[in-house]
Each structure stands twice: as structure tokens, then as C-alpha cells.
């Protein structure tokens, strides 16, 4: 083998021989038991070097295993390797190890694993996976999900209460994003006046309504939550939510609802009763002292203390009892679908406590017992890999591997007037180019199972970010939609996104929805988010296909979504990108011209007289096209 063709092995995303652990390259059954054997692939694209020979190499019980792989049948222009894995662990670990040959008979050795393809030795913790006990109901990979804020969504009229934290805005009032009075200004947005909009969700393509905290609370985020036995009245009460459930299952939509597992508010009922009383029986629910007089707070912020996860009498109470705050909203009358997990990756964890994978299990096996295929993501704002293992949480609202990495590829060229990134201390997205994108996105997803990734939340921003157009380049926000609905994971919309509004932080980005305000939407992309989830779920590659990158250069960013109904081919072109030869990676099921989808400058798509795919772009664009390629074998 020349040399040139090693490195284009190395260097060329395409010709890269490709797993991943979809069902296009894994064959076993739905759900994993131990002991069952699956048949895994991998494919060998045309045009690549053949490996004289390949083994699957996994971890049983700790110790590495080497099965020999055979060549199987692949068609005449790309071939595959087929071997197979024993379920031996809860948590299966695999990777591939490839034996090239040169002109020379010199030998070439590489390692594939879920981050990519490697020279030298590498790490376990980047390993596929695949996990056995509980399944993923279909619902939730097939998800659209919208997220609502529900003091700033609609005002339905109806006469509130007053409170003492709030001070009261007009719809108009300008959003404070910081200062003393922001988790104060309140605009009444209530749960009927959700329900009157739910024909919005629905023309938009969303199949499930997600709400931030009903619960009542001492702010207008409600994370700070007073009781957990009553909805808010002032977002109309438990009446008020078992309308707007009822309503929108009548339309399709599933209703998913937010709990703080790992803290309440300082005036919820079981602190007050304990706080500097020693005898109190909620004391042990909290990490107090011997006087009960201090105690600890999330992030030491006094308002919202932390529970203590070792107390049985808070497990009872929170996960386990006919009346638990986690089952009681499931049932009748109320029939939540399933819980987002606040602040999932604390939950359980202060100093040397670490509960965090058994209060997972817990509410996972607890909520699937009274509501079989509920929903359980927990929010976990830094890489959650090693949280979600399979058996509890299903999947993350997440930033590592997806948003952030994203807002940087996108990022503005010049620096934001105000600047956010994460809580970091920096102005802004610091820019990297495709290349860093792919290799960012697929060291922080390595440790997710090929079903956690399905069930990952994709957002684009969230109640506690800036809004993506404020951050990114002129069209970036469409062009990240476009990768939003196109990656594995469920494409998680903020309620405003579809107006294009701005915001420099989190609290700036609740703004009051703009109804009937044109002037105020930054761009109207309501078609754009409608025929993005229409193609989703019309092109099953796009729920559940596999992952293959052709290209990853600069300003562009090429991949496929690949299974036996069809693939689709996803280009990206962040500015100016000359013509490029992506070869024989990928065929267009159409003519070149023919898009799925397309938004800012459309990239240009050409095929040469050799049969190769070429393509440009003038500027900020992105274009999905059908694609014979079914690298997958079937």
C-alpha cells in the first residue's frame, strides 16, 4: 500500500472506515440482556485501502478480548468486516483494531473508536458502547421538543394573585437581564395562555411541550420551588394544568414538566419546618448542621438548599411513595409524559457523597413502573458521559457536545457587545473551524451508547443562555437549525428561536413572546423550523440513521445520515469554501439542484466527468439533498 494512501486514510474523513452503533452496523436485539451476542460491522468506503486484516477488541469484566472480524459481502465498491460481541458487562465496550499493509509488506496498525480513527494507542473512556436493561420508548428519539418559559410565553388575561417577590411588567416591559429585580420581574404568562397557542407548536412541528417549573416558588424561574403538592396559582392553578395536558395530548403533543431534584427553595414547607428546628422530621431531607442553623446550598446561593440523597424518609417522599412528587404528577388527573432532571448532574453529590447514579436508577425505575415510557433527561451542563450509563437517566439536556462546539464554528467574526460563553471567562464563542467542530462533538459524545445519543436533547440555546443569533454570524442560526435536526438527538427549540430573537445571557434571552409584534422578531423562521421538523420526520435517517463525516474543513462541514429507507446528505458552509472533491463518498439521488431543504447562499453541488461529487459555496448556506449512500449494510 503507497504511502499517500495511508495518509489519506488518516487525513480524509471519507475514505475512514466507519462504525457507529446504530442499528445500521449493530444487529442484536431492542433491548440488551447479559449473555446476548450482537453482530457488529464495519465498513471500509469506496476508494479506501482494505485492511489485510481487522478484530474487535472489548472489555469483559475489565480484561481485554480480540475477536477476528471476517470480510463480508459489501457490493462491489466498498466492503465490510463483520464480527461478533458477547454481552458480558452491563456497559459493553468495544473498539476496532485494523492491520494495514504496504507496497513495502511493511505493516500499519489503527486503532477506530467512537472519537475517531488513531495511530497509537488510545484511551478506554472514548470506546463505543452499548448497554443492556431498560430500552428508550420510540417516542422520545422522535421527538421534536419546545421549551416554554411560562411567565414570558402568553398572558391569557385572567386576574392574578400578588405576591411579594414580584414586580409586575407590562408584555412590554424590556427584560432585565441582570441586576436585583430579574428572577423578579413578572409578566404573567400562565398555562391557559399556553393552551390558547398551542396551534403554534403545532404548525412549527413539535410533538412534545416542555415546561419549566409549575410549581409555586419566589421568583418568576420557579427553581426555587415552595411546594411541590400544587401548581402555581398564578399560572392558573392544578385546574389550569390538567386543561392544557388534556389539550394538547388532544392534539399529539406529549407535556414533559421540570423538578428540582437536587435542591428546593428556602420557603418550601419541608425547610421551614426544619430550619433551626433540630426535631423537625424533613430535617434529615437537608444537609444541615446540629442546630439546624446553617446548612448547604447549591452553589452557596442561600435560597436554594441542597437535599440530601442519603435520607430514606426523602427518597419515600420524593421518588418512592403511591404519592411521591415524581409519580404523583404522572397520574391522573394531571398525566405529565415524564420529567427534565434540573441540575441532574449534582443531584446526590456534595463532598464525598456520590448518589447520583442510584437516584437515577431510582426515578427511572419508579416513574417506568407507574408510567411506562415516560421520559427522564436530566440537564448536565459539562461533558454528562459518565452519567448516563443506560439504566437512569435516558438521556441529557447537555451543552458539551453539541451547542457549545456549534456556537464556536458559528461564532462572529468580531466580538459581541455583550459577550457570554457558557460561564466562562470570556466575551464570546472563541472560533474553531469544522475540523475542531467534529472532533470536539465526537470526543464529548464517545461515552454515550448510540440510544443515549438518541435521546440527548440538541439545543441551539435554553432559558439559561444567550440566545445562538446573538452570537453567531449573520445566518448562523438557520444553518445550526439545519444541523440541529439533522444530528442524532432529539432537536430541543427555546420558545423564541422561531422569531430569531436576541438576548447576551440567559435571563435576557426570556423575553416575552412577540405576538403580532413583527417589528421585534429578529427573522420570521417559522417556515424554516416547520419544514425542518417535516423532514425529520418524513426521512427516518434523520431520527435514527448512522453518523458518517465526509468532509470537516474550514468554513465546511459535510455528513450523512445513513439507513435502509434512505440517507440524506447534510453540507454546511459557514462562508466561502472553493471547490472541493468529496470523490465517491456519496451519490446524489437526484439531480445535483435538488434539495430536501436550503437556506442563505445555497451551496453549489456538481458532479465531474469521473462520477465525483464537487462542491462550493459563495457564503453562509446549507442545503440537505437525497443520497443513494447506504454505507450501512443491510
Known amino acids: 500500500m503507497p504511502g499517500s494512501r495511508m495518509h489519506a486514510i488518516d487525513s480524509t474523513l471519507s475514505l475512514q472506515p466507519h462504525h457507529d452503533g446504530s442499528p445500521a452496523y449493530v444487529t442484536g436485539p431492542s433491548v440488551l440482556s447479559l449473555g446476548d451476542v450482537l453482530r457488529l460491522r464495519l465498513l471500509v468506503p469506496e476508494g479506501a485501502a482494505t485492511p489485510v486484516s481487522v478484530w474487535l477488541r472489548s472489555l469483559r469484566d475489565g480484561e481485554p478480548h480480540l475477536e477476528p472480524a471476517g470480510e463480508v459481502c459489501g457490493g462491489a465498491t466498498q466492503v465490510f468486516f463483520e464480527a461478533t460481541l458477547s454481552m458480558v458487562n452491563p456497559v459493553q465496550r468495544y473498539r476496532w483494531y485494523l492491520q494495514y499493509r504496504d507496497t513495502e509488506g511493511a505493516h500499519h496498525y489503527r486503532w477506530l473508536n467512537a472519537a475517531g480513527l488513531h495511530r497509537r494507542d488510545v484511551p478506554d473512556a472514548f470506546d463505543f458502547r452499548v448497554h443492556a436493561g431498560r430500552g428508550t420508548p420510540d417516542w422520545i428519539e422522535e421527538s421534536v421538543m419546545y421549551q416554554v418559559f ?16 414580584m414586580v409586575g411588567c407590562d408584555w412590554d416591559t424590556e427584560v432585565q437581564g441582570s441586576g436585583a429585580d430579574t428572577s423578579r420581574q413578572f409578566y404573567g404568562g400562565d398555562l391557559p395562555g399556553i393552551q390558547d397557542k398551542l396551534d403554534h407548536l403545532v404548525s412549527l412541528g413539535a410533538t412534545v411541550l416542555y415546561l419549566t417549573p409549575v410549581f409555586p416558588a419566589s421568583s418568576n424561574h420557579r427553581y426555587d420551588a415552595s411546594s411541590f403538592d400544587e401548581v402555581d396559582p398564578l399560572l392558573g392553578g392544578d385546574a389550569a394544568l390538567v386543561s392544557l395536558v388534556k389539550a ?6 406529549r407535556v414533559v414538566g421540570d423538578l428540582t431534584t437536587n435542591h428546593t427553595g428556602a420557603g418550601h414547607h419541608w425547610f421551614v419546618d426544619a430550619h433551626r428546628n433540630p426535631g423537625a422530621s424533613t430535617g434529615e431531607y437537608y444537609y444541615f448542621n446540629e442546630d439546624n442553623s446553617d446548612y448547604e446550598a447549591w452553589l452557596g446561593v442561600p435560597s436554594l438548599p441542597k437535599l440530601n440523597w442519603n435520607s430514606a424518609a426523602l427518597r419515600e417522599r420524593f421518588i418512592l411513595a403511591e404519592d411521591s412528587v415524581a409519580v404523583r404528577w404522572l397520574k391522573e388527573p394531571f398525566n405529565l409524559d415524564g420529567w427534565r432532571i434540573d441540575v441532574g448532574n449534582m443531584t446526590g453529590r456534595r463532598g464525598s457523597d456520590d448518589l447520583n447514579h442510584e437516584i437515577a436508577r431510582m426515578l427511572r425505575e419508579r416513574i417506568e413502573e407507574v408510567k411506562p415510557g415516560a421520559m427522564l433527561l436530566a440537564e448536565s451542563t459539562s461533558d454528562a458521559a459518565h452519567d448516563v450509563p443506560g439504566d437512569g437517566w435516558q438521556g441529557v439536556v447537555s451543552y458539551s457536545n453539541f451547542t457549545r462546539p456549534l456556537w464556536q464554528w458559528l461564532a462572529k467574526d468580531t466580538t459581541p457587545e455583550h459577550g457570554w460563553f457558557f460561564g466562562l471567562p470570556q466575551p464570546g464563542p472563541a472560533r474553531i473551524d469544522a475540523a475542531d467542530f467534529v472532533a470536539t462533538h465526537r470526543e464529548m459524545s464517545a461515552g454515550f451508547s448510540w440510544e443515549v445519543r438518541l435521546a440527548n436533547a440538541n439545543a441551539l440555546d435554553t432559558h439559561d443562555t444567550a440566545r445562538a443569533a446573538s452570537h453567531m454570524i449573520v445566518g448562523g442560526q438557520e444553518i445550526a437549525a439545519c444541523a440541529q435536526f439533522t444530528f442524532p438527538g432529539i432537536p430541543l427549540v427555546f420558545a423564541g428561536d422561531e422569531f430569531g430573537l436576541h438576548g447576551f445571557n440567559g435571563e435576557d434571552s426570556r423575553t416575552p413572546m412577540p405576538w403580532g409584534q413583527p417589528e421585534k422578531w429578529g427573522k420570521n423562521l417559522r417556515p424554516l423550523y416547520a419544514e425542518l421538523a417535516a423532514l425529520r420526520t418524513n426521512h427516518r435517517s434523520l431520527v435514527d440513521g448512522s453518523l458518517r463525516w465526509i ?10 445520515r445513513e439507513h435502509a429507507t434512505g440517507s440524506v446528505l447534510c453540507v454546511l458552509a459557514r462562508g466561502v469554501v472553493p471547490e472541493t472533491n468529496l470523490g465517491h463518498a456519496v451519490r446524489l439521488a437526484g439531480k445535483p439542484g435538488d434539495v430536501l431543504a436550503s437556506v442563505g447562499q445555497v451551496p453549489v453541488l456538481a458532479v465531474n466527468g469521473a462520477g465525483e461529487l464537487r462542491v462550493s459555496a459563495s457564503g453562509p448556506g446549507a442545503s440537505l439533498h437525497r443520497s443513494t449512500a447506504s454505507g450501512a449494510w443491510h
Open 150 to 165: 411560562p411567565d414570558r410565553f402568553a398572558n391569557s388575561g385572567a386576574e392574578k394573585p400578588k405576591a411579594g417577590w
Open 248 to 253: 394538547a395530548h388532544a392534539l399529539g403533543l
Open 551 to 560: 468532509i470537516a474543513e474550514g468554513n465546511l462541514l459535510v455528513y450523512l
